[in-house]
């Protein structure tokens, strides 16, 4: 009887620590350290770098072309009370170079920005703004979409139906 559940004892021991090995596969014959990897990346926190690769992998046509510190921030407002966290600018093929000669690199004209910020209502606020500002100039009215802390800006060059690519990727941020 003894020996009976020494055996059972070691056998549920040895499943045990085969279940903990590294090299565990999951159902889809992918060693568990990879798929750990996978799910670290997918799971990463959200940042106006991370919402732009998820963006960009609908909307093959925006380019990264920047990332905003406070060092060369035109707004002054990265990490200020409120404001965002994050941001990057981007540029999106279908907009013409003639459009946007003359504008800096890193202007929404040329295809967008991505601002993350601390909570939902700071993006928001932020969208509110720039709509409330950009309303009666409309050389500088952009498409906005705030997707819960991300604030996805999009440059008016883009159709409607262009821009609203961009609404769509944004409603799959999470």
Known sequence: MKRNLTIAAAALLITTLAACSSTKADTS???????????????????ARTAFDKISASVASAKLSGTVTAENDP????GRPSQYTSKVTFS???ISADDVSGTDKGDVDRGGAIEFFATPSDAKARAEYIQTVT???PALSEYDYVQGATLVRVSHYLTPKQAGEYK???ANLG
């Open 29 to 47: 014959g992918t060693p568990a350290s990879l798929a750990a990897a996978k799910q670290d990346t997918a799971s990463k926190p959200l940042t």
């Open 75 to 78: 707004n002054h407002l990265l």
């Open 92 to 94: 999106d093929s279908r």
């Open 135 to 137: 309303k009666s100039m």
């Open 168 to 170: 769509a990727a944004a």
